[in-house]
C-alpha cells in the first residue's frame, strides 16, 4: 500500500475552480494506478476521474467530463484534479485512492478495487 495525503480543498463559488493535490508516500506509488472519488452528505461515495499508472489513460464521470481533469506527477509522486466551473452539486468530501496495476493503461472506477486512501478533502461551492 502506499499513503495519499489529500490537499486544495476549500470554498469556492459557483463557476470558480481548484486543484486538489494528492500526495503519495512508497515506492511502487509509480505503479498504482489513482482515482479520485467525492462524497456528499446523505449519499454514497462515487467516481469521479481515474489515471492509468502511465498517466497516458483517463477515464471521467459524466457528471465532471469537460470540466475536471486528473493528472500526475510522477517525479513529484502526486496525482492531481483540476476542477473547473464548478457547480453546488460538485459539493462533497473528495478522496484519492490507489490501486497497484500490472498494466501501464489501465484505470479503474470502482471503489471496492482500490486498497489506499487518503483521508479527504472538503470541497463546498456556494450558488
Known amino acids: 500500500q502506499v499513503q495519499l495525503v489529500e490537499s486544495g480543498g476549500g470554498l469556492v463559488q459557483a463557476g470558480g475552480s481548484l486543484r486538489l493535490s494528492c500526495a503519495a508516500s512508497?515506492?511502487?506509488?509509480?505503479?498504482?494506478?489513482m482515482g479520485w472519488f467525492r462524497q456528499a452528505p446523505g449519499k454514497e461515495r462515487e467516481f469521479v476521474a481515474a489515471i492509468s499508472w502511465s498517466g497516458g489513460s483517463t477515464y471521467y464521470a459524466d457528471s465532471v467530463k469537460g470540466r475536471f481533469t486528473i493528472s500526475r506527477n510522477k517525479a513529484k509522486n502526486t496525482v492531481y484534479l483540476q476542477m473547473n466551473s464548478l457547480k453546488s452539486e460538485d459539493t462533497a468530501v473528495y478522496y484519492c485512492a490507489g490501486k497497484p496495476a500490472y498494466s501501464g493503461s489501465r484505470w479503474y472506477t470502482g471503489a471496492n478495487e482500490y486498497d489506499s486512501w487518503g483521508q479527504g478533502t472538503q470541497v463546498t461551492v456556494s450558488s
Open positions: 512508497g515506492r511502487t506509488f509509480s505503479t498504482y494506478a
